[in-house]
């Protein structure tokens, strides 16, 4: 199944890799909700890093940030120790079928290439492929009320928003909520 805007995403809790619980939808503030592929993916941790250099810019737009990953909580915790976000492993990748995640040879693009040689050099060599190489980015904006109010499915590995697209988005939201 895949959502649309305007859906409602059923309230469930997920599990960070650090064991506190994450409510979806949370009740005060907007929620992005996006599923990567492997931790190491030098193609994910390409984008993550713009996202980390601009968290202070995401927190002030009333984002919380929650990224999946399909690897398992323990090799999230031990490669992952500096992102300031919500980490949740999914090496089974039930939430990924509940939100109509992909999988794909989603790394065969003239971009998501460019974004694995960049994070090749900053060490993501992607060696730690569990869950697989395959698999697309999707990504959700979900209001208090459980109301999705952007979605996307990406075509490729480094198809997802940008971090002026996130706020832009948000800052939407947050016209039609008044």
């Given at each position: 199944?895949?959502?649309?805007?305007?859906?409602?995403?059923?309230?469930?809790?997920?599990?960070s890799v650090t064991g506190e619980p994450i409510k979806?939808?949370?009740?005060?503030?907007?929620?992005?909700?996006?599923?990567?592929?492997?931790?190491?993916?030098?193609?994910?941790?390409?984008?993550?890093?713009?996202?980390?250099?601009?968290?202070?810019?995401?927190?002030?737009?009333?984002?919380?940030?929650?990224?999946?990953?399909?690897?398992?909580?323990?090799?999230?915790?031990?490669?992952?120790?500096?992102?300031?976000?919500?980490?949740?492993g999914d090496p089974k990748k039930a939430i990924y079928k509940d939100f109509g995640a992909e999988t794909s040879l989603a790394f065969l693009?003239?971009?998501?290439?460019?974004?694995?040689?960049?994070?090749?050099?900053?060490?993501h060599l992607g060696l730690r492929v569990g869950g697989g190489p395959l698999g697309l980015p999707s990504e959700f904006l979900i209001a208090p009320s459980g109301q999705i109010k952007a979605v996307k499915y990406g075509t490729h590995a480094y198809d997802q928003w940008s971090v002026d697209e996130l706020i832009a988005l948000a800052k939407g939201a947050a016209v039609q909520a008044a």
């Open positions: 199944m895949k959502f649309k805007p305007s859906d409602i995403v059923p309230s469930t809790t997920l599990e979806l939808p949370d009740p005060n503030r907007l929620v992005h909700l996006q599923f990567r592929r492997f931790v190491d993916c030098p193609i994910c941790n390409t984008h993550i890093a713009e996202l980390r250099g601009r968290v202070r810019e995401i927190e002030a737009a009333g984002i919380k940030e929650v990224i999946v990953f399909h690897s398992s909580p323990k090799s999230i915790r031990s490669y992952q120790k500096d992102v300031p976000f919500a980490l949740v693009s003239v971009k998501a290439l460019g974004a694995a040689v960049r994070g090749m050099a900053h060490g």
